[in-house]
């Protein structure tokens, strides 16, 4: 997370210009029919923005105005898809908004980079899984769960570090040389906790991830026995 001392005003605009009609489009492509005559996806939102709440509370600030912590967008979207994820994230941001742990006027590049870059990064793994049609369901668990979590963590450091670059305000450390050792500690650690959240899902309430195709990955046996 970026703190605003850290960008320029021409920086801050455009993240609202781009951030604003991506949340209206999600808001527009929204199931809105189904979750509201569905308590389950109710409390699945609900508690999805909790959770993110309390993940993103979880953090180290540091005095430069740089915040880190872990994102866990990926497992979101394969809970929710990504409309409903997108306004998770965005609900979850004017929580942190109001508990004064977030500013106003940093809100858009902050959900570019830690909603939307996560999201996108999400669904493109996803459905590129889909179109392979694996019934093997270590497959799902890898590559919609682990790697394209590793994958948000290094470009949503990268793409922070470019845009923090190109404001010219952040006077960065000797330590950057050390830069792309560094991803390998942050990429980690986020692949873990989504893809431990994904495995509990797919073994417990596989019929919750809205991306998991149930009849493809646990089809019973002896069905094609009878065929």
Known sequence: MIASMLLNEATLMWGWLLYG?????????????????????QHLLFGTVLVLCALWLLRRDFPSGLSFHFIGMTAVTLLLDWPLALLAGFIAQLALLALGKQELSVLGINGLLLIILPIIIAHWCAKALERLQPDNL??????????????????CVISGTLLLLGSGIYEFSPWLEDFFGMLLLVAFPEAFINGVAVTAFVVFKPEWLETFNYSRYLQAPWNDEHK
């Open 21 to 41: 009609p991506v949340l209206l489009y999600a808001t527009w492509r929204a199931p809105w029919v189904e979750l509201f005559s569905d308590s389950r996806r």
């Open 138 to 155: 270590f497959m799902y668990i890898f590559f919609s769960g682990f790697f394209p979590a590793a994958l948000t963590a290094a470009f």
